[in-house]
């Protein structure tokens, strides 16, 4: 066996970031720039209030005359002479002349509309924004090689570009493998089960953000198996399989990546996942995953899913890890491998503000069941386990649950 680092290692060593294109920016969440994006336009692009109010022109004595009004999307109108206020709303470009913004809960207006007061004085520039206080034009906005976030995104609009260069996202075609498999749905007869796995995969790799291409399943022909995968490795940046990676005679995926450049089959040091497969086919890599479900999901997690990042643009690891305490004891025998335990989160310990986790009652590589019910994978090293109590680190498999306030554990 190997460490997972080993196989993790080997597999960024045949990949390269795909090139760039130019994707809305709305539609560019989640992609990583494939250069610094420099801002076009000042945000904001005029002086404008915070808040809505009144324009305040310079002070004279008693009230101020009300002269008028501008809101938003109005251009600024003519300059507001001293001992006059206009009223404006959030975000309305300020008029020439303007000293301050007064809040129109300070304002007393008079019975007749005409004038109005306010209850306490402004420094000057009080609730203006002025132009480029945030950007200004020719600034770098968000450097090259960065995942673009929502909050990334709004930047990049509000600095005027519709559009922004990223790297690639990959195309990633999905096959399963094996002669009992039929599609969801159909009718099963004895010795078959249908294909979960592809779909489960499917679904992983959508989540990405990267296309999905539907290879379909294969039986256990390697024939039959290098055709569909040279058709895939045709249409895709990269392969990913499930079954026919073990030590079976009937195992195709080895045989059709024996050979290859890169090619390697592994028995990683972690349970479940152990047996995995890597080739190239045509420069396209191919990543074999175990058959059983659970063990496909987390190779999925630590080797397809880092592939995948580092493919377009960005960096080849894992979701981070969190630390959890255990609400049980999760106990394991000494093999020489790393567990990735299925556990789901059942509320937070009051005293370190952490997740409580349990152990999922299905552990099995074959038990869908189980992984469904959690929401992350705790990493056990090598030895007898863990106590109740205990701290672990937890790969998140998705969103924990929202807790409640009758969730909280250890207050």
Same mark, same amino acid.
Request: aromatic share 2%.
């Given at each position: ?10 597999? #960024?060593?045949?990949?390269?970031? *795909? ?19 420099? @801002? ?78 306010? +209850? ?18 020719? =600034? ?14 709004? *930047? ?44 489960? *995969?499917?679904?992983?790799? @959508? ?6 291409? =539907? ?41 059709? *990546? ?22 190239? /086919? ?19 997690? /630590? ?28 106990? #394991? ?34 038990? /869908? ?15 007898? +386990? ?20 009758? =969730?909280?554990?250890?207050?």
């Amino acid at each position: 066996m190997i460490p997972l680092a080993e196989a993790q290692a080997h597999v #960024r060593r045949h990949l390269r970031p *795909l090139g760039a294109v130019e994707l809305a920016v709305g539609g560019a969440s989640g992609a990583v720039t494939a250069a610094p994006v420099v @801002a076009c336009l000042s945000s904001p692009p005029f002086d404008n209030s915070a808040v809505d109010g009144f324009a305040l022109g310079a002070a004279s004595e008693g009230d101020y005359r009300i002269d008028g009004s501008v809101a938003a999307g109005d251009g600024p109108g003519p300059p507001i002479p001293a001992g006059a206020a206009r009223r404006i709303t959030t975000g309305a470009p300020v008029p020439s002349g303007t000293v301050a913004v007064a809040m129109v809960e300070d304002s007393l207006v008079s019975p007749d509309g005409a004038t109005v007061r306010f +209850g306490r004085s402004l420094e000057p520039g009080a609730n203006v924004r002025r132009a480029a206080e945030d950007v200004a034009v020719g =600034d770098e906005v968000v450097r090259a090689g960065v995942e673009l976030a929502p909050a990334h995104l709004g *930047l990049i609009a509000a600095a005027g570009r519709g559009s922004v260069e990223v790297v690639r996202r990959p195309v990633v075609a999905v096959c399963s493998t094996g002669a009992e498999l039929v599609e969801p749905g159909s009718p099963v007869r004895p010795g078959q089960i249908p294909d979960a796995n592809r779909v489960v *995969l499917a679904a992983l790799v @959508a989540a990405t953000g990267s296309e999905v291409v =539907d290879l379909g399943r294969t039986g256990d022909d390697p024939a039959e198996v290098r055709e569909r995968l040279l058709d895939g490795a045709a249409r895709a940046d990269v392969v990913v399989t499930s079954g026919g990676v073990s030590v079976g005679e009937f195992d195709p995926v080895r045989a059709v *990546l024996d050979g290859t450049e890169g090619a390697r089959w592994m028995q990683i040091a972690i349970k479940p996942a152990k047996p995995f497969a890597f080739g190239t /086919l045509g420069g396209v890599p191919v990543l074999g995953l175990p058959g059983n479900p659970v063990s496909a999901v987390v190779s999925f997690e /630590l080797l397809v899913r880092p592939a995948l990042a580092l493919l377009g643009g960005g960096v080849f690891r894992t979701t981070p890890e969190h630390a959890a305490t255990t609400v049980e004891p999760i106990p #394991r025998r000494p093999d020489g491998k790393v567990h990735y335990v299925r556990v789901r989160s059942v509320g937070v310990d009051g005293p370190s503000g952490r997740p409580m986790v349990v152990p999922a009652t299905a552990q099995g590589s074959h038990q /869908l069941a189980g992984l469904a019910d959690s929401d992350g994978l705790a990493v056990l090293p090598d030895g007898d +386990g863990v106590d109740a109590g205990a701290t672990v680190s937890v790969l998140p498999l998705r969103r924990a649950p929202l807790l409640g306030a009758d =969730d909280t554990v250890g207050e």
